[in-house]
């Protein structure tokens, strides 16, 4: 992985989530895993996420993603979690 240079720092940040619906429930089928990957793809691009990687078996989703340092993991997760579940 190379390092991210702006004009003040240098920087390699990547966070790898884990996302699991409540009680574990097998909620993603093959129609909605797609249209699931379909919409965190938007969603990093609309806020300089960069997703690397993204896989959605049926009953949790793995993310491995790149930011800059002006957001936290944390933040990075309410953008992902709120605007998906509203699409």
């Not at 938007?42 to 990687?53: H, L, Q, R, S, T």
């Amino acid at each position: 992985m190379e390092l991210q240079r702006n004009s003040h720092h240098v920087f390699r940040l990547m966070y790898h989530f884990v996302w699991i619906p409540k009680y574990r429930h097998k909620v993603f089928s093959d129609p909605y895993r797609e249209a699931m990957k379909v919409i965190i793809q938007k969603i990093g691009y609309d806020y300089d996420i960069d997703i690397v990687e993204l896989e959605i078996p049926e009953d949790h989703i793995h993310m491995v993603v790149r930011s800059e340092p002006k957001m936290s993991p944390s933040q990075i997760m309410q953008v992902i979690k709120s605007i998906s579940a509203r699409e």
